[in-house]
């Protein structure tokens, strides 16, 4: 399936230490983009990488993206309490139709 | 622009009645797309138009859920009747050149 499938499902860190989560899909993708949903929200969307890409950066953000592993990451460094939230990565392989994964619950103590 | 609108936010119906979602997307959008996320499922791409126009609607469950998009700025998803599985959080997103916009989503309890 073309969906992407996040890694760990949960992840707890104290804040200033670096979060990683990792994304595995099946298919050839156009693009690979990571969301966030904070409780009770909608998804805000962070970052979008594309398949010629391997690497991008945003602010405490940075996605790589390995296609011939299927497989991407995105880095929060320096985290902060505010970061507390669900993320999601989610696969486009044409016409703006996206797949998204289970999602990776970050909680960052403070 | 005030983002994606949706109401209501929240629904509580009884089985067997009608349920209609609204959303309205971000002006100048030409893609809208339908989901429900639920804990045992996450989340589902339900059904997304482009121009008006229903690209896929193969997540859509089964025939007593139906979408429109009459014009470029308003949506319904209607479930007719409704069952208590169908409690969940819709959300409606809109887009132009990927990125997603997502509304607050509506919140239906199906008791």
């Known amino acids: 399936s073309q969906q992407g499938e996040e890694d760990p499902q949960a992840l707890s860190i104290q804040e200033g230490e670096n979060a990683t989560m990792n994304c595995s899909y099946k298919?050839?993708?156009?693009?690979l983009q990571w969301y966030r949903q904070n409780s009770g929200r909608g998804l805000v969307h962070l970052i979008l990488?594309?398949?010629?890409?391997r690497e991008k950066h945003s602010g405490r953000l940075r996605v790589t993206l390995d296609t011939s592993k299927k497989s991407s990451s995105l880095l929060i460094t320096a985290s902060r309490a505010a970061d507390t939230a669900s993320y999601f990565c989610?696969?486009?392989?044409?016409?703006?139709?996206?797949?998204f994964g289970a999602g990776t619950r970050l909680t960052v103590k403070p | 622009d005030a983002g994606v609108i949706q109401s209501p936010r929240h629904e509580v119906t009884e089985m067997g009645q009608e349920v209609t979602l609204r959303c309205k997307p971000i002006?100048?959008?030409?893609?809208l797309f339908w989901y429900r996320q639920t804990m045992m499922r996450g989340l589902e791409l339900l059904i997304y138009?482009?121009?008006?126009?229903?690209?896929?609607d193969s997540g859509m469950p089964e025939d007593r859920f139906s979408a429109k998009m009459p014009n470029a700025s308003f949506s319904t998803l209607k479930i007719q009747p409704s069952e208590p599985r169908d409690s969940a959080v819709y959300f409606c997103?809109?887009?132009?050149?990927?990125?997603?916009?997502f509304g607050p989503g509506t919140r239906l309890t199906v008791t």
């Open positions: 002006s100048g959008h030409d893609y």
């Open positions: 997103a809109s887009s132009l050149l990927g990125e997603q916009y």
């Open positions: 298919t050839s993708i156009n693009n």
């Open positions: 990488i594309r398949s010629n890409e």
């Open positions: 138009f482009n121009n008006n126009v229903p690209i896929d």
């Open positions: 989610a696969t486009e392989k044409n016409n703006n139709d996206m797949r």
